[in-house]
């Protein structure tokens, strides 16, 4: 599906952007566009990337004429770019609501202009039954881009829309691992909201494979879910103590906008909700018929209760200190 493609990456210098595009350029695809607002960025990923088929391109999701030029003539969008970091959307929503919300309306406009092939969204569990700021948002950027089919004329346009959620990818900037690993190796006390919190657990190669995979067999409006396991965070602490060394440990509680658990698949999504061997699907109520059809060995899920990272699997402290071991081994 990727060889001879070209493909737009918005928000492309990011943890995910920047592994994406390594997966992709083995997949012999023409071209890749980096679509981002930091220049420093683009500088350091173009540093660090001697491959002729990537192209920067510097620009705002908030502005649609630039990220309608960056989009002329390409195949498969994936759309990565938000503000993220949820105590500083708490304090400036506004801004997250323009990123994230009026900017992925934005992609979905551009992508339909330009006729692309595909575009997917890259959601997180933040957005299932959302506390924060953060997830409202990107529950409205899911609900924009499965009802962007809406707006197809589908005898002129030919664009699928697709959407993902999932959880933080193991060790990616911004999560509590790299945070953890710092505090220890200078000595400081490790900070810790709450020794029972759990969190889905996914790292970058499961996560690669699980947007190509569903970009591959996506047919527009679906929701895909992956299945994981989950981690408490007393477990990364331990993990981490004996990889690292052990420091003083401070419980600081739980932050504004944060929950104890999150959830990929809320109670009221369960109804809607089928299983593709690794992944379940969700769809809208009002396009299961249709889609059904379009899929081959495809189960009504039979999960009876909220999806949730307290209620799966646990990952092994000794698997947990492999997969850090693996992510992180530039910091460690």
């Known amino acids: 599906m990727f060889e001879g493609k070209i493909i737009l ?8 952007g920047q592994a994406l595009t390594k997966r992709l350029l083995t997949l012999d695809v023409k071209s890749i566009r980096i679509f981002s607002r930091n220049e420093s960025k683009q500088i350091e990923m173009e540093n660090n990337f001697d491959d002729k088929r990537i192209r920067y391109f510097l620009g705002d999701i908030r502005d649609l004429d630039r990220l309608s030029r960056a989009t002329e003539d390409v195949d498969i969008v994936f759309h990565a770019a938000a503000i993220k970091h949820v105590p500083k959307i708490e304090y400036n929503p506004f801004e997250a609501i323009k990123t994230n919300v009026i900017g992925s309306q934005n992609v979905i406009e551009a992508c339909i202009n330009a006729n692309v092939e595909k575009a997917i969204c890259v959601g997180t569990d933040k957005a299932v039954s959302p506390l ?5 948002t990107k529950l409205l950027m899911e609900k924009l881009f499965v009802t962007a089919n ?17 959880g933080n990818v193991l060790g990616s900037s911004g999560s509590v691992i790299p945070l953890f690993i710092n505090q220890i190796k200078n000595k400081q006390k490790i900070t810790i909201t709450d020794p029972k919190m759990t969190r889905f657990s996914i790292t970058m190669d499961e996560a690669l494979d699980f947007i190509l995979e569903s ?3 996506g ?48 109670e009221n999504e369960l109804i809607n909700t089928f ?3 690794n992944k379940f699907m969700i769809l809208k109520t009002d396009t299961i ?4 059809n379009l899929y081959d060995s495809i189960k009504k899920s039979d999960i009876n209760k909220i999806y949730s990272s307290d209620s799966v699997e646990k990952i092994s402290k000794e698997e947990l200190k492999k997969n850090i071991s693996k992510e992180m081994n530039q910091i460690l």
């Open 132 to 136: 924060n700021t953060y997830g409202a």
């Open 289 to 292: 018929k249709e889609n059904l």
């Open 215 to 217: 970009t591959l067999i």
């Open 9 to 16: 990456i918005t928000g492309g210098t990011g943890s995910l």
């Open 219 to 266: 047919k527009g409006s679906e929701i895909f879910v992956p299945k994981l396991r989950s981690y408490e965070i007393e477990g990364v602490k331990d993990a981490l103590f004996e990889m690292i060394g052990k420091v003083e440990v401070e419980h600081i509680g739980i932050r504004s906008g944060e929950k104890l658990h999150e959830t990929l698949i809320n």
């Open 150 to 166: 809406n707006y197809l004329n589908k005898k002129r346009h030919k664009t699928k829309f697709i959407a993902l959620r999932y």
């Open 275 to 277: 299983e593709l061997d």
